[in-house]
């Protein structure tokens, strides 16, 4: 199954506690996360997932191992 997720780049952000208004669950689940990078080349990196709520997913990306998928 397929999933199209929408990317929100982390940052040195206060803490959006008070503002969830769903509560988030703890799940390690591994996958691969691709996009097209700037010059149209397919990308590829390995993640895991760090939490899950109803409205979105937390995940930890590999940098390193990103690689070319083309």
């Not at 208004?21 to 997932?49: F, M």
Request: glycine share 8%; charged share 25%; no cysteine.
């Amino acid at each position: 199954m397929e999933q199209r997720l929408r990317l929100v780049q982390g940052g040195q952000q206060p803490p959006r506690s008070d503002k969830r208004t769903s509560e988030r669950r703890s799940l390690a689940v591994p996958g691969q996360i691709v996009w097209k990078d700037a010059r149209g080349n397919t990308k590829l990196a390995a993640v895991i997932t760090r939490d899950v709520s109803e409205h979105g997913v937390s995940v930890v990306v590999y940098p390193e191992q990103g690689t070319s998928a083309t």
